[in-house]
């Protein structure tokens, strides 16, 4: 199982129910790793896309405990559910996208994660565990530094990098 978010220098995530900042080039590189394949996520990041849908072109797996029902969507309610669930899919082909409470319940369970790396430190509320301070976790790809497009993207003058992390434990 793969994971994949974008961090900032704190390795936080989110604020106030948001994202910490928009960059194109990253949503692309988001959308080219999830096209096809299976996304999990929690009620919460859902209640953050437009019109709360699901993603399109996408298998979606929704945690939630309560008893809802999510057009083109499957909804699963504890994490043992979710792995008999995935066990259907190939490993690789299965990208947990967070927020933050999903994120830290599968770290455990995944071997792969796709992280973004924002060169900034924004206000900020959800955060990951810095897998750089992990033993568990090696770098195994990073870089270069991008910049932002003022056009395009929320920032203006942060640099951002796209990095891969293995599991080595
Ligand atoms: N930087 C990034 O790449 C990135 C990506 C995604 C999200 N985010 C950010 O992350 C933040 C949201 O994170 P969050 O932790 O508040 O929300 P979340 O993880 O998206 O959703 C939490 C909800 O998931 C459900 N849930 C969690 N664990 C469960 C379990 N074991 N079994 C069943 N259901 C479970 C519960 O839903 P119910 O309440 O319905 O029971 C819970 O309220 C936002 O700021 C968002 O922008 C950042």
């Avoid at 390795?11 to 096209?35: C, E, H, M």
Wanted: with cysteine.
């Amino acid at each position: 199982m793969n994971l994949i978010v974008a961090v900032d220098n704190n390795w936080a995530i989110g604020n106030k129910g948001d994202l910490l900042a928009r960059v194109r080039a990253d949503l692309k590189y988001f959308a080219s790793k999830t096209t096809g394949n299976v996304v999990i996520l929690g009620s919460k990041t859902l209640a953050t896309f437009p019109g709360g849908r699901p993603l399109k072109n996408r298998t979606n797996i929704i945690m939630s405990t309560r008893d809802i029902t999510v057009d083109g969507a499957q909804v699963v309610h504890s994490v043992d559910e979710l792995m008999e669930t995935v066990k259907q899919y190939p490993s690789e082909s299965v990208y947990v996208i967070g927020g933050a409470s999903i994120y830290n319940q599968l770290l455990p369970y995944c071997e792969r994660a796709y992280i973004t790396k924002f060169d900034s430190s924004f206000e900020y509320d959800t955060a990951i565990p810095n897998l750089d301070e992990s033993d568990e976790w090696k770098c195994v790809e990073e870089g270069p530094w991008q910049v932002c497009d003022p056009e395009t993207d929320s920032v203006l003058d942060m640099r951002f990098m796209f990095t891969t992390y293995e599991r080595v434990k």
